[in-house]
């Protein structure tokens, strides 16, 4: 069965990091573009940020550029989410999805497998 588990949110203070993680199992990841996603409360899910298959090129919501990074540990078959400068505006439940192939989209319809998703809250 293919599916991600995602985990490593929690509650931050404006300016704080978190480090998000998504296991993959049933697949391998080099074969598939690898994207996280969020949805707030009330609002529609929205990419954040993906890394494809061929090269580990990646991709950003102008919204996190500068303060997100993404990053792949195949061996691991595990793909992280480095968060820094978090802004309560970064509140929402992330979730980590994938694409075969290479794509350098954020748009949620184009992803499969869904994880179950992680929390992050940014409050003081």
């Known amino acids: 069965q293919l599916q991600f588990v995602e985990s490593g949110g929690g509650l931050v203070q404006p300016g704080g990091s978190l480090r998000l993680s998504c296991a993959a199992s049933g697949f391998t990841l080099p074969y598939y573009t690898v994207g996280w996603f969020r949805q707030a409360p009330g609002k529609e899910r929205e990419g954040v940020s993906c890394?494809?298959?061929?090269?580990?090129?990646?991709n950003y919501a102008e919204s996190v550029k500068g303060r997100f990074t993404i990053s792949r540990d195949n061996a691991k078959n595990t793909v992280y989410l480095e968060m820094n400068g978090l802004k309560p505006e970064d509140t929402a439940v992330y979730y980590c999805?994938?694409?075969?192939?290479?794509?350098?989209?954020?748009?949620?319809?184009?992803?499969?497998?869904w994880g179950q998703g992680t929390q992050v809250t940014v409050s003081s």
């Open positions: 890394i494809n298959s061929s090269d580990g090129s990646t």
């Open positions: 999805a994938a694409r075969a192939g290479v794509t350098f989209s954020l748009w949620p319809g184009l992803y499969h497998f």
